[in-house]
């Protein structure tokens, strides 16, 4: 997030790998982790110059083999856990449930390496999508990418299509047990992909009144211009087109479950959408969140979707959700890696961690 992300987390050949060697299988990690990075592509829908398919680079994490060897892996500010790149997939149980992972904006599958790596390691695969324009994992991010996030959910549901047709991961993922999990702008698409649906006029009438509200104005990641942002709304036809399909469902009738932390755009989506969700939620939200208010977000989505469940988690702001810093992180973007006084980031990460793994326990059966 911030500019210094997007431009330290450019691409593949940025992450590497430390040499420190870690112990694969712990109690509280009953596998060792494998990873792999995958560049899908969605071929109906152009990339944001207009010259090529939609990328769609994902990061696979998986159970390993017993006795794999993980190496740490730090990715630019980030401590992205530790893994094996490639390892050999665990052969039993034959079927996987799979999560989907969808990261904030300006984000990356690094920064929620935290979630899918121990989801992974208590026998989930899990596939994070670099939402495209909208992530610092690509070189540049673009302003249409934070203005049509829409387009997040129809990634995740391509991603499913990939991973199930693809030729290791493929026989090995349980069709019957798919869930998703996302974080701010990654929490909206989760509920997104189970029936949450916007209204482009309800957030203008929304913003009308609370101009100032984060909901209402580009986020702290998106170094654009306000002046930019309305030349964009009124001269660039393509965002003009996705507007006009905005109210569309994204919803993906084979995702079983939607774990959200800290969604946004709870005053954007309209309430019979979100009554008409039939899947199990769970949000999570800090108390003190100043980007994904809970007044204006979770509490909404709470209150609107039948048998969802919520916790809020005292004195925890925006960014204590994201990866852990490297001591270089901490130094260079403290608005990021910095928590209020209380709050262990790494204790914080294993209390959602077993929330999580208790909600999909019991929805993935």
């Known amino acids: 997030m911030i500019s210094i992300i997007r431009n330290l987390i450019m691409s593949a050949s940025l992450l590497a790998l430390a040499n420190c060697a870690v112990s694969a299988e712990t109690a509280d990690r009953p596998h060792p982790v494998g990873m792999q990075m995958l560049q899908y592509e969605d071929a109906s829908r152009l990339d944001w110059t207009a010259s090529k398919p939609r990328p769609l680079a994902t990061t696979i994490w998986y159970p390993a083999q017993a006795g794999t060897v993980e190496k740490e892996w730090n990715v630019s500010i980030f401590k992205a856990g530790s893994n094996a790149m490639g390892a050999v997939m665990s052969s039993t149980p034959q079927k996987l449930p799979l999560i989907l992972l969808s990261h904030g904006t300006g984000g990356s599958a690094a920064s929620m390496a935290w979630l899918a790596e121990s ?30 996030w829409w387009d997040r959910p129809r990634d995740i549901s391509i991603v499913i299509d990939r991973l199930l047709a693809d030729p290791v991961f493929g026989s090995r993922i349980d069709a019957q047990r798919i869930a998703v999990a ?8 989760a509920l997104a992909s189970v029936g949450a ?15 100032s509200n984060p909901n ?27 507007i006009a399909v905005s109210g569309a469902s994204y919803s993906d009738a084979r995702i079983r479950a939607a774990y959200s932390i800290a969604p946004v755009m709870g005053r954007v989506v309209t309430k019979d959408s979100m009554q008409n969700i039939k899947a199990p939620v769970r949000i999570v939200v800090g108390a003190d969140d100043d980007q994904a208010i809970p007044e ?23 960014y204590g959700f994201l990866a852990e810093c490297t001591a270089f992180g901490k130094m260079a ?9 209380g709050v262990d980031r790494r204790a914080l990460h294993q209390q959602v961690v077993a929330d999580a793994l208790k909600f999909f326990a019991v929805h993935l059966r």
């Open 119 to 148: 989801l992974a390691a208590h026998g989930y695969i899990v596939a994070a999508v670099n939402h495209h324009g909208n992530t610092g994992y690509e070189e540049k991010t673009r302003l249409e990418a934070f203005v049509v």
């Open 182 to 189: 996302g974080f701010s702008i990654g929490g909206y698409t």
């Open 197 to 211: 649906r916007i209204s482009y006029a309800q957030w203008e009438e929304f913003c009308g009144k609370h101009a």
């Open 216 to 242: 209402c104005v580009l986020p702290p990641e998106a170094k654009f211009s306000q002046a930019e942002l309305q030349t964009l709304l009124k001269e660039n036809q393509r965002v003009k087109d996705a």
């Open 296 to 318: 204006f977000n979770a509490r909404i989505y709470a209150a609107n979707i039948a048998g969802s469940t919520m916790q809020i988690l005292p004195a925890v702001t925006h």
């Open 333 to 341: 973007v403290p608005q990021i890696c910095a928590d209020p006084a």
